[in-house]
């Protein structure tokens, strides 16, 4: 007998004896942005090498993901036979994905020197997770378009391993030491780089300030957290950081910032497993958020209208309204911003030109005058910089691609700018419409109905509007916060409602775009169209409310309004404009419309928007380059508004 006949069996790990731990798909989770300190010219280097293993790797899998991709579509007599077949003989599974980043890895020395198999397989999931968008359906019947190859300003994050939550001191890749306390008994930063202890080699034993620490690619790489030291971020910082058992999940994510070292910005993202922080005011405010009224929203290019009255149809008064809109300085600063942008593309585009001469051709007007010089016979002239098309075959195709250019370090410079600029401006919209999100829901309520249309085949109209005001944002950040307030913001459908079209006394007539104001030759009302429309969302109700097809006018609830407007004499909260005060006067609270600032319909209405008094919310201060709504809030029969 054979000594390899003698050996006992392999043992194996086998199937594990505990359930494995899953996150609830319901369960709330929250994620702060901390600022890593790279001023360490060591460290930034090793985590500008992480950035670009791990962009190389990213690319891999990506290629591989649409060479696979592509051949299970060209295999139609395998796909028609036996789908699932197809796809575990193309590798379209997840497994497969996380076997070849792994491979990657073994087989690339540099990439091991940077990245851990860990990384390498949460990156796969990932590519997994296009691909299994683009082969299966969601819940509408939709599919994602085909994975793509992303460039290297595309690859700004690495995933990092959530923390074991059944056995204990097991966290990989990306790991979160020291304490909230320590942090701040140091001044809020380091001295020096966090050094691991010497009497127990684990980190789990650090007690410092914060640092994110990334074990398994040779030493240990430590990564000191900066934390801003104003008095309004501390208790988010106790939120988030004073809790090490919610720990669940750190991420390291770039921004191109020009003005820092290297010209990166280097965050990382916790995760905690519960919601975030919500301050005491805001907690109060969405207490105080009337729940006893229904509001609708009727939003347009350049405004949204905000209306609710009383859930009950027996109480008396109670219509109040809002216009959010844009007001003619904010106009002017988002012209200056657009202008500053248009130069900073120009400069952008002279740069490439310069550097990269012989990939554009000459312009009609330089071809032009060598022609002339040439009939004149006169020596031509040296064009350093052809101001033409670009150089390209006859289907219009470059015959250079623009990531081979020649950049200079003064373009890179200018686009970092420009990208800082851009973002700056997306994340001050979203703040504001926070902002005006929250102001709305403690004035009308989280109790709001909106009509369900497509906002994106608004953009091929009237895109320039649309990227001024952004409707969108506000749609969506209204829909948060009702969600926040303990309500909800339901869509109703444009076919079963029509609010465009609805009078309160029943009246239905169609109206063009043009036509601003709404007057019923029935009852006499004349207002303004959008807040009519919100008016009359007010009154919608629903047998499914995840259904808009289901939404419908109740009948009560439109002749409450219509009793509202008539005998109770409310038409004045339906008017052209109520505008507030342009600076805060003693007395009167941000939000409340005096009555003198009314001032009557129009005879004739003028479509033209300059015709739209100017409108401020007072209630915010500090200067603007972009252009933001205001929201302005309309008279209440019995009582001025307070919001």
């Given at each position: 007998?054979?000594?390899?006949?003698?050996?006992?069996p392999r043992?194996?790990?086998g199937k594990s004896k505990q359930k494995n731990w899953r996150r609830e798909t319901d369960a709330p989770v929250a994620v702060i942005p901390l600022e890593l300190d790279l001023s360490d010219p060591a460290i930034r280097s090793r985590v500008f090498a992480m950035f670009g293993a791990i962009w190389h790797l990213r690319r891999a899998l990506q290629r591989r993901a649409v060479n696979r991709v592509d051949a299970y579509w060209r295999s139609k007599r395998l796909r028609a036979s036996d789908p699932r077949a197809a796809r575990v003989a193309f590798g379209l599974s997840r497994r497969a994905f996380e076997q070849a980043a792994a491979e990657h890895v073994d087989r690339s020395g540099w990439l091991r020197r940077h990245l851990t198999k860990a990384v390498a397989m949460h990156l796969a999931d990932e590519i997994w997770a296009a691909v299994d968008r683009h082969l299966f359906s969601d819940e509408s019947g939709n599919r994602h378009g085909r994975p793509r190859v992303g460039s290297w300003w595309t690859s700004n994050r690495i995933p990092g391993r959530a923390r074991s939550h059944t056995k204990p001191k097991t966290w990989e890749t990306f790991h979160l030491v020291g304490s909230l306390g320590a942090h701040r008994e140091a001044g809020g930063h380091h001295g020096r780089t966090p050094i691991k202890p010497v009497e127990r080699a684990t980190w789990w034993d650090y007690g410092g300030p914060l640092a994110v620490v990334f074990t398994g690619a040779g030493d240990d790489l430590v990564l000191p957290i900066r934390l801003q030291s104003r008095p309004g971020s501390q208790a988010r910082f106790d939120h988030f950081l004073g809790r090490p058992q919610l720990w669940h999940k750190v991420d390291l994510v770039r921004v191109e910032d020009p003005k820092a070292p290297g010209g990166w910005r280097v965050y990382a993202h916790l995760m905690i497993l519960g919601p975030g922080w919500t301050s005491p005011a805001v907690a109060g405010q969405r207490a105080a958020a009337p729940s006893d009224r229904l509001g609708g929203v009727d939003g347009n290019v350049s405004s949204l209208a905000v209306v609710s009255m009383p859930a009950d149809p027996a109480e008396l008064g109670g219509l109040r309204t809002s216009l959010v809109t844009i007001t003619a300085e904010q106009r002017e600063?988002?012209?200056r911003a657009a202008k500053k942008a248009r130069d900073q593309q120009r400069s952008l585009d002279r740069s490439r030109r310069n550097s990269n001469p012989g990939q554009y051709q000459q312009s009609k007007r330089e071809r032009g005058r060598a022609d002339r010089r040439a009939g004149a016979g006169l020596v031509p002239r040296q064009v350093p910089t052809p101001t033409g098309a670009r150089v390209a075959n006859r289907n219009g195709v470059p015959r250079q691609a623009y990531r081979k250019d020649q950049l200079s370090p003064a373009y890179r410079r200018t686009r970092a700018e420009h990208a800082a600029a851009a973002r700056s401006r997306s994340q001050a919209k979203h703040a504001r419409a926070q902002q005006i999100s929250r102001a709305i829901v403690a004035e009308h309520g989280p109790r709001l109905v909106v009509e369900h249309t497509n906002i994106h085949a608004w953009a091929r109209l009237w895109g320039r509007g649309i990227a001024l005001f952004s409707?969108?944002?506000l749609i969506a950040a209204l829909k948060v916060e009702c969600v926040a307030a303990g309500g909800r913001m339901l869509r109703a459908g444009t076919r079963q409602t029509a609010l465009s079209q609805q009078c309160p006394c029943g009246r239905r007539e169609k109206k063009p775009l043009s036509q601003r104001v709404h007057a019923c030759p029935v009852c006499g009302l004349r207002g303004h169209r959008d807040l009519v429309a919100a008016a009359m969302g007010a009154c919608v109700t629903f047998g499914d409310p995840d259904q808009p097809s289901t939404a419908y006018i109740d009948q009560f609830l439109r002749e409450a309004l219509a009793y509202r407007i008539e005998i109770q004499g409310q038409q004045d909260a339906l008017t052209w404009s109520t505008a507030t005060a342009n600076a805060r006067s003693p007395g009167v609270s941000v939000g409340t419309?005096?009555?003198?600032?009314?001032?009557?319909?129009?005879?004739?209405?003028?479509?033209?928007?300059t015709d739209h008094p100017p409108m401020t919310h007072t209630g915010f201060s500090g200067r603007r380059e972009h252009a933001e709504p205001s929201v302005r809030h309309g008279p209440e029969s019995s009582h001025r508004l307070k919001s």
């Amino acid at each position: 007998m054979t000594r390899a006949a003698t050996a006992a069996p392999r043992k194996t790990r086998g199937k594990s004896k505990q359930k494995n731990w899953r996150r609830e798909t319901d369960a709330p989770v929250a994620v702060i942005p901390l600022e890593l300190d790279l001023s360490d010219p060591a460290i930034r280097s090793r985590v500008f090498a992480m950035f670009g293993a791990i962009w190389h790797l990213r690319r891999a899998l990506q290629r591989r993901a649409v060479n696979r991709v592509d051949a299970y579509w060209r295999s139609k007599r395998l796909r028609a036979s036996d789908p699932r077949a197809a796809r575990v003989a193309f590798g379209l599974s997840r497994r497969a994905f996380e076997q070849a980043a792994a491979e990657h890895v073994d087989r690339s020395g540099w990439l091991r020197r940077h990245l851990t198999k860990a990384v390498a397989m949460h990156l796969a999931d990932e590519i997994w997770a296009a691909v299994d968008r683009h082969l299966f359906s969601d819940e509408s019947g939709n599919r994602h378009g085909r994975p793509r190859v992303g460039s290297w300003w595309t690859s700004n994050r690495i995933p990092g391993r959530a923390r074991s939550h059944t056995k204990p001191k097991t966290w990989e890749t990306f790991h979160l030491v020291g304490s909230l306390g320590a942090h701040r008994e140091a001044g809020g930063h380091h001295g020096r780089t966090p050094i691991k202890p010497v009497e127990r080699a684990t980190w789990w034993d650090y007690g410092g300030p914060l640092a994110v620490v990334f074990t398994g690619a040779g030493d240990d790489l430590v990564l000191p957290i900066r934390l801003q030291s104003r008095p309004g971020s501390q208790a988010r910082f106790d939120h988030f950081l004073g809790r090490p058992q919610l720990w669940h999940k750190v991420d390291l994510v770039r921004v191109e910032d020009p003005k820092a070292p290297g010209g990166w910005r280097v965050y990382a993202h916790l995760m905690i497993l519960g919601p975030g922080w919500t301050s005491p005011a805001v907690a109060g405010q969405r207490a105080a958020a009337p729940s006893d009224r229904l509001g609708g929203v009727d939003g347009n290019v350049s405004s949204l209208a905000v209306v609710s009255m009383p859930a009950d149809p027996a109480e008396l008064g109670g219509l109040r309204t809002s216009l959010v809109t844009i007001t003619a300085e904010q106009r002017e600063s988002a012209a200056r911003a657009a202008k500053k942008a248009r130069d900073q593309q120009r400069s952008l585009d002279r740069s490439r030109r310069n550097s990269n001469p012989g990939q554009y051709q000459q312009s009609k007007r330089e071809r032009g005058r060598a022609d002339r010089r040439a009939g004149a016979g006169l020596v031509p002239r040296q064009v350093p910089t052809p101001t033409g098309a670009r150089v390209a075959n006859r289907n219009g195709v470059p015959r250079q691609a623009y990531r081979k250019d020649q950049l200079s370090p003064a373009y890179r410079r200018t686009r970092a700018e420009h990208a800082a600029a851009a973002r700056s401006r997306s994340q001050a919209k979203h703040a504001r419409a926070q902002q005006i999100s929250r102001a709305i829901v403690a004035e009308h309520g989280p109790r709001l109905v909106v009509e369900h249309t497509n906002i994106h085949a608004w953009a091929r109209l009237w895109g320039r509007g649309i990227a001024l005001f952004s409707p969108g944002m506000l749609i969506a950040a209204l829909k948060v916060e009702c969600v926040a307030a303990g309500g909800r913001m339901l869509r109703a459908g444009t076919r079963q409602t029509a609010l465009s079209q609805q009078c309160p006394c029943g009246r239905r007539e169609k109206k063009p775009l043009s036509q601003r104001v709404h007057a019923c030759p029935v009852c006499g009302l004349r207002g303004h169209r959008d807040l009519v429309a919100a008016a009359m969302g007010a009154c919608v109700t629903f047998g499914d409310p995840d259904q808009p097809s289901t939404a419908y006018i109740d009948q009560f609830l439109r002749e409450a309004l219509a009793y509202r407007i008539e005998i109770q004499g409310q038409q004045d909260a339906l008017t052209w404009s109520t505008a507030t005060a342009n600076a805060r006067s003693p007395g009167v609270s941000v939000g409340t419309a005096a009555a003198e600032s009314q001032r009557p319909l129009p005879d004739k209405p003028d479509t033209t928007e300059t015709d739209h008094p100017p409108m401020t919310h007072t209630g915010f201060s500090g200067r603007r380059e972009h252009a933001e709504p205001s929201v302005r809030h309309g008279p209440e029969s019995s009582h001025r508004l307070k919001s």
